[in-house]
């Protein structure tokens, strides 16, 4: 499309057919898949209770059911000369962006949220069995496929910015409307707009070379198409979006990670560990072992090089070359993390990666986000603002909104990240319950209800109660964490005899009574990680899997070692009486702190 920007351009310019019989449910997507050893719950059966997560997910599914369907519809039906009334949505939703003075972006599609907004309710819906916001959804997909061109173009202008990043968001909506929701016109309209996909996209598939800046050429993301195509593919079994997957493949950048000391540098961070959630689709589609090596070795070369304590990346929104350029980002870079994005890219590949290899340590990445990423990040608020970056600067930072932020990209993994909650608590295979976080909430499984109660990580411990009708065997296992020494499992006051060993699944076999209680005790020690090898004394304190953060200034010649915890609250600790030490996610709204520390 002519005048195309990239992102990275745009931020700071801005500052086929099937039967309804052949389809498929959510639940029998992956029934004997092969290429699965754990199963999600697709969102049905938990439940969060009272909590941080609750309100924060509370909050989230009222902001986005209260938005006007008109607002949401209003440039699609402009476009295709329909009655149109409502009130645009400012920013990245459709463009507008003439009143910042940008006037050549005005009326376009920028990066239009619909699809990720529609997507966050169908699973919303599915989640908390809330038909209320499921209407809305159906609401919205029937009134925008009125708007559909006779050929199938479906964009809110006629001169969408970023084509292959917005029919990949609008895939995903669709599926999840029917895969979560139960709509089965969903499909219908999929094939709609896919028939002018497949002809209209531009398949040239152009990447950034070795040491270019920039995320494509071209800035669309082609290579996030493949994930939600073949999740299409499972759902319908049309092969035309198994083809059509095939078509965007990302094999230049997924076979990096299947050579030795990859070196993908300056490579938009976000939407490159977003990719390799296609890599998974393609590994569950095809069942081919490379793509399955290539992700596993993803998240161990992300883990090396990438994250910072917290679990997040790309400073600047650019993967770092593995040579101290991490650490030295801290200097100068606020835009340490994208945080919306950033934390549904890792909340989806680690899904994958737990499901495909039943291996605990990847609920590890998952953990850090409920805590540090999206789960510690400001609330989403109703005009629009969101919060995109983290700070993590040696000398300080805030929370803060940014005035060009509204309904931007993170406005849409917010959504969608949020109603994930539900998703990565606890999993299951055909014989066992796994518990993955340490959060509020209960399970249905096979007709037994585990409730977990905790205040963790404020607390050190959990408990879980087994609900049941009658005595059940089966084995319960509970991730312990990586970070995590001297982990215990008690069952009605006596302690088991069980390997607790790190970054592994605690094993529970025994007949379950309701009533039975499983108390977790999971030792937290302050304790500090530094950025990467080159900087050896830059880090940050962490406590159990919170990142700490300090509250005011000096941090002098003190040392870890006099850490103490203030009496009557495990998550205030300060050095010499003096300096305040809390959790990242517990900081407001410009409220400064300070994350990374040179030592002396």
Not at 182 to 206: F, M, P, V, Y
Not at 491 to 512: D, H, P
Request: some cysteine.
């Amino acid at each position: 499309m002519p005048g195309q920007l990239n992102r990275r351009e745009f931020t700071k310019l801005a500052a086929g057919a099937c039967c309804a019989s052949g389809l498929l449910g959510a639940e029998a997507l992956h029934a004997g898949d092969p290429s699965r050893k754990l199963e999600l719950f697709e969102y049905s059966g938990v439940r969060l209770l009272a909590g941080r997560f609750k309100s924060q997910y509370q909050a989230a599914r009222d902001l986005f059911f209260n938005i006007p369907n008109d607002d949401l519809l209003l440039g699609f039906r402009q476009r295709a000369g329909l009655p149109a009334s409502g009130t645009p949505l400012i920013g990245w939703y459709g463009g507008h962006w003439a009143d910042s003075g940008h006037t050549s972006l005005k009326d376009c599609d920028i990066f239009n949220a619909f699809g990720q907004f529609v997507s966050g309710m169908a699973r919303m819906s599915k989640a908390t069995n809330d038909a209320a916001i499921l209407d809305k959804a159906s609401y919205v997909i029937d009134e925008w496929a009125k708007a559909i061109d006779p050929d199938g173009y479906f964009y809110y202008s006629r001169k969408p910015q970023f084509p292959h990043y917005i029919y990949e968001k609008t895939v995903c909506g669709l599926v999840d409307m029917y895969a979560h929701g139960g709509n089965k016109r969903a499909i219908s309209h999929l094939e709609r707009i896919t028939a002018w996909a497949e002809k209209n996209l531009d398949r040239t598939r152009r990447t950034p070379r070795d040491g270019e800046r920039g995320f494509s050429a071209d800035g669309t993301e082609w290579y996030t198409l493949s994930e939600n195509l073949y999740r299409a593919y499972q759902l319908t079994g049309d092969a035309r979006y198994k083809k059509f997957g095939e078509v965007w493949h990302y094999d230049d950048y997924w076979g990096l990670f299947n050579r030795p000391n990859p070196q993908p540098g300056y490579r938009h961070a976000y939407s490159h560990c977003n990719t390799l959630s296609s890599a998974a689709m393609a590994y569950a589609v095809t069942n081919d072992p490379k793509h399955l090596a290539s992700i596993v070795n993803a998240h161990d070369w992300f883990q090396r090089t990438q994250v910072y304590a917290t679990g997040g990346f790309g400073p600047d929104e650019e993967l770092m070359p593995p040579d101290g350029s991490l650490g030295d980002s801290l200097d100068t870079v606020s835009a340490s993390f994208e945080t919306g994005c950033g934390s549904w890219a890792i909340f989806k590949l680690s899904r994958y990666l737990m499901s495909f290899t039943g291996q605990a340590k990847y609920g590890d990445w998952v953990e850090k986000m409920f805590y540090n990423g999206i789960g510690g990040g400001l609330p989403m608020q109703s005009d629009g603002h969101t919060f995109y970056y983290s700070d993590y600067r040696v000398g300080g930072g805030t929370k803060v909104y940014r005035e060009d932020q509204k309904w931007c990209c993170c406005s849409g993994t917010y959504a969608q990240a949020i109603a994930d909650y539900h998703n990565l608590i606890y999993l299951h295979d055909d014989n066992a319950l796994y518990v993955n976080l340490f959060v509020p909430s209960e399970v249905t499984w096979k007709g037994v209800t585990l409730k977990q109660e905790t205040a963790y990580p404020e607390s050190q411990s959990s408990t879980l109660t087994v609900q049941s009708a009658n005595a059940v065997q089966f084995p319960l296992r509970i991730r312990v964490p990586g970070w995590c020494k001297g982990a215990s499992m008690r069952v009605n006051g006596e302690r088991q005899n069980v390997s607790c060993a790190s970054g592994t699944w605690a094993n529970l076999e025994r007949k379950w009574s309701s009533g039975d209680r499983v108390s977790i005790e999971l030792p937290m020690e302050v304790r500090y990680a530094s950025i990467d090898n080159w900087h050896p004394k830059r880090v940050a304190f962490v406590y159990g899997p919170a990142v700490l953060v300090r509250r005011n200034r000096a941090l002098g010649s003190d040392s870890l070692s006099k850490f103490a915890r203030e009496e009557g609250n495990t998550f205030h600790l300060r050095l010499s009486g003096e300096q305040e030490f809390v959790p990242f996610y517990s900081t407001r709204f410009h409220e400064p702190y300070e994350m990374y520390f040179d030592l002396s």
